[in-house]
């Protein structure tokens, strides 16, 4: 009987010390950070989206560029391959990532620019309409990212601070990287007049 009390106290106290050490809040905070991925990557593929109605659109008008169209949809392409298992949100991964999404921004507004040379496509109705979604995305996409390193940060902290981070170790829960700005952002373009 002696033995049956040590168990019953022994798994008590498991639970005690399981339940103050944080354990619960970081699963929640991980799932939180799981949940946020998966809304950056909805904006994503809302973006993703929108392209081919884009490069539709201004396909019908024959003169334009081919090779600015050829370089979206290869970037579309390198963008939707590049997929990142939630539990695996290293820098690197993120990185990886942000990389091919920042090629497929950069196709983009190389199309945007190129577009300029084109009253008729700039005047078409489903051009600007689907050009107000692609801008109303970029701003999804700001917003969502910002969410998500936010969420990130809050994770982080509580899984390297005292004495949390030992109960991290134990149970394998690992840093999560962030989106960062990209290289030359923190340059200001230079205008000439």
Known sequence: MNRNILIFVGIIAMV????????????????KVNSQWAQVENVYQRRSDLIPNLVNTV??????????????????????SVNID????????IQQFQAAQGQL???????????????DLKANQNFLELQAQLEGTENRIAVERNSFNKVTQEYNSKI???PNNITAGIFGFAKKGYFEAEKGAEKAPEVKF
């Open 160 to 162: 390297r601070s005292f």
């Open 16 to 31: 005690v010390l399981f339940g103050g050490c944080g354990y619960n809040s970081m699963v929640k905070l991980d799932e």
């Open 59 to 80: 396909k019908g008008y024959a003169n334009f560029e081919k090779d600015v169209l050829t370089s979206v949809t290869e970037a579309r392409s390198k963008a939707t």
């Open 86 to 93: 939630p539990s695996k949100l290293t820098p690197e991964s």
């Open 105 to 119: 921004t950069s196709a983009l507004s190389k199309l945007l620019v190129v577009v300029e040379k084109y009253p």
